[in-house]
């Protein structure tokens, strides 16, 4: 196994950002092509600031292309993600719960921020119309 060369996270959050603009809340979820729905935007921007928080790094600078692993795992804990730890947060902010089928959707291999807004946005929706 290959020896990895350490990286401490301000110098991976600083690579991550170099070049990029932050992008506004509004071009964010324009870009995530949601439905004019409030609540879709709302979770949108929950996991996006998730997202950000697994990264140290301002939502600002996460965009609904962005893939992982390819350019999320730049960020400092998404080389190794603990997806139980990230699946519980978006729990506790969405104030709802992701059943174990879901999650295992919800973590696949690879996807672009965008993919995983859809998917919860979708398990939200669903949630929500099973517990009236």
């Not at 995530?32 to 879709?40: G, H, I, Y």
């Not at 997806?83 to 996807?111: V, Y």
């Not at 998917?119 to 009236?132: L, Q």
Request: with cysteine; hydrophobic share 40%; net charge negative.
């Amino acid at each position: 196994m290959p020896l990895r060369l350490f990286k401490h996270w301000t110098t991976r959050v600083a690579e991550f950002t170099q070049g990029r603009t932050l992008q506004s809340d509004e071009a964010f979820l324009a870009a995530c092509k949601l439905p004019d729905d409030v609540t879709a935007k709302r979770v949108a921007l929950i996991v996006r600031q998730v997202i950000a928080e697994e990264g140290s790094v301002d939502p600002r600078f996460i965009y609904a292309t962005d893939r992982y692993p390819e350019e999320l795992s730049v960020l400092p804990s998404w080389d190794s993600i603990d997806w139980i730890d990230f699946i519980m947060r978006l729990e506790e902010k969405l104030n709802m719960h992701i059943p174990d089928r879901d999650a295992e959707r919800l973590i696949t291999s690879r996807f672009n921020v965008e993919q995983m807004i859809d998917r919860i946005v979708e398990f939200h929706a669903r949630s929500a119309g099973s517990s009236k």
